[in-house]
């Protein structure tokens, strides 16, 4: 056994074991010298403890009174009854006995070996006798019946009595021990010595509870911005992210990020099913947690985007859901707001909202004529395809061909014509999510 469940059992069983339970008719008041006293119930350690061993500890309990209803002292008077009457019966029958072999003798004598003398031979006295006794077997016998139905009606009653008290007692006595463990329990805490193992569980209280995503750490205090655990499914696994619990009020779970180009996005479908890089750099979660974090509650997502000039712009989306693998990671975005402008859905031919996710090596886009993902070097939910790719590849400066860099088509001038047809690229893009309803 456990040191920790050790020192609990034993203090309830001495707790148990400390109830001494006393009759007494004159009053119904429970005397409870514990709570009384401050600190009467002592656990001690006994001897040194051991690193990692078992050390025993020792639960001093006062004395506790607890006295019995009143109604209990009936019963001994009951049962005196019953045995008064039943002594009474008792006699009773053996004298009813007595005279009907009385009674019997008179009426055939040949039982007695005598010859039988002839009906007119038999006296008047002879015959009074018998009536008499006949008379005084029917007023037993009735006597006798009297006495049983007198029986059974204190049978019953102290059968009643009986159960009534008992499981009254039974409950009392429960609820006591039950009150004296939750005091020892209490009391364990405040006296002088403890068990070491209690005190170290005492000191996690909030490992069971489940974070769901980082507005959860958020909301029991939690202000840096780092790698947490969530678990935004209880029945499915938990997952390390990064939390962002700075940008407007924190509680970001953060999805993608992009800042140097150390990683690279040009990916496997498999490779973005369950995430790759670094959390604390670059990085794209996976879109199987993606899927998670978005069916566990209503999300909103956020893209912070910053260009090589410093200007900084965002996105914001009041709705923001990615379907599971079986339906191909389908986005499901609604309503914008913000300064960058709303790429996801630019157009009606333009519009990333709905769309499957596509990657080199699986196609899933409106482009009849190809992969998107393979032109473009990335993953995303392409439409036929671009107007926003921010798993493009990473360019640390303007660039020529092939627009297949970090891509938000809403950007101020990113559509206008370049000198030498260079088109620009992004210093930083990130994209992180939070419950809707999450209040900072
Ligand atoms: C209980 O009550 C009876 C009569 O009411 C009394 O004679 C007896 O002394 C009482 N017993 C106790 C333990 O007080
Ligand atoms: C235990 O008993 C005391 C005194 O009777 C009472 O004040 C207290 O509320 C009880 N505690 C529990 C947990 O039942
Ligand atoms: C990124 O990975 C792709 C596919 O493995 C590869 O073709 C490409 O050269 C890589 N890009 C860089 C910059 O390493
Ligand atoms: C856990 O989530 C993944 C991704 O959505 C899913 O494929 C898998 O079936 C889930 N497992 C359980 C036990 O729900
Ligand atoms: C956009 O967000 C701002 C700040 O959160 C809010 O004041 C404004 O009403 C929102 N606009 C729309 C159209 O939702
Ligand atoms: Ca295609």
Request: aromatic residues 10%; hydrophobic residues 30%.
């Amino acid at each position: 056994m456990k040191p920790a469940s050790f020192c609990w059992l034993s203090s309830a069983v001495l707790a148990a074991y400390g109830v001494l339970v006393v009759a007494n008719n004159e009053t119904e008041e429970i005397k409870d010298e514990t709570a009384r006293d401050a600190c009467p119930l002592r656990l001690e350690s006994r001897g040194k403890c051991e690193e990692g061993g078992e050390c025993p500890y020792q639960v001093s309990l006062p004395p506790l009174t607890i006295q019995l209803p009143r109604q209990l002292g009936r019963i001994e008077e009951v049962f005196k009854e019953v045995q008064n009457l039943k002594e009474m019966v008792n006699s009773l029958k053996k004298s009813c006995q007595d005279c009907k072999l009385q009674a019997d003798d008179s009426r055939d004598p040949g039982r007695n070996g005598q010859l039988s003398p002839s009906p007119g031979s038999l006296g008047e006295a002879d015959d009074n006798r018998v009536r008499e006794l006949e008379s005084e077997v029917n007023k037993l016998s009735s006597d006798l019946k009297n006495a049983k139905e007198e029986i059974d009606l204190l049978q019953g009653r102290l059968e009643k009595l009986n159960l009534v008290n008992m499981n009254n007692i039974e409950n009392y006595v429960d609820s006591k021990v039950a009150n004296l463990t939750s005091v020892v329990n209490s009391l364990d805490g405040k006296c002088s010595s403890k068990c070491p193992i209690q005190e170290q569980i005492q000191s996690r209280p909030v490992q069971h509870l489940i974070y769901k995503d980082c507005s959860d750490y958020y909301t029991i205090g939690k202000r840096s911005s780092e790698i947490y655990r969530v678990t935004p499914d209880p029945k499915n696994s938990s997952f390390e992210v990064f939390c962002d619990m700075e940008t407007t009020g924190g509680g970001w779970t953060v999805l993608q990020a992009r800042l140097d180009g150390s990683t690279n996005f040009t990916r496997t479908w498999q490779d973005y099913k369950v995430g790759f890089g670094n959390l604390r750099r670059e990085f794209w979660l996976g879109n199987d947690k993606i899927h998670l974090l978005t069916k566990s509650k209503e999300m909103i997502l956020r893209i912070d985007l910053e260009d090589f000039n410093g200007v900084k712009l965002y996105a914001l989306y009041d709705q923001f859901y990615v379907a599971n693998e079986f339906l191909r990671y389908r986005l499901h975005i609604g309503n914008y707001n913000g300064t960058a402008g709303d790429a996801l859905h630019f157009s009606k031919h333009y519009n990333h909202d709905l769309k499957f996710f596509t990657t080199p090596d699986r196609d899933n886009d409106r482009y009849p004529s190809g992969n998107c993902g393979l032109y473009y070097s990335s993953g995303w939910w392409f439409d036929a395809c671009l107007s926003a790719n921010l798993n493009g590849k990473y360019y640390h400066q303007k660039y020529r061909g092939v627009r297949n860099g970090i891509f938000w088509g809403t950007w101020p001038g990113i559509s206008e014509a370049q000198p030498g047809g260079y088109k620009s690229s992004f210093k930083e893009a990130k994209m992180m999510i939070r419950p809707k309803h999450f209040k900072p």
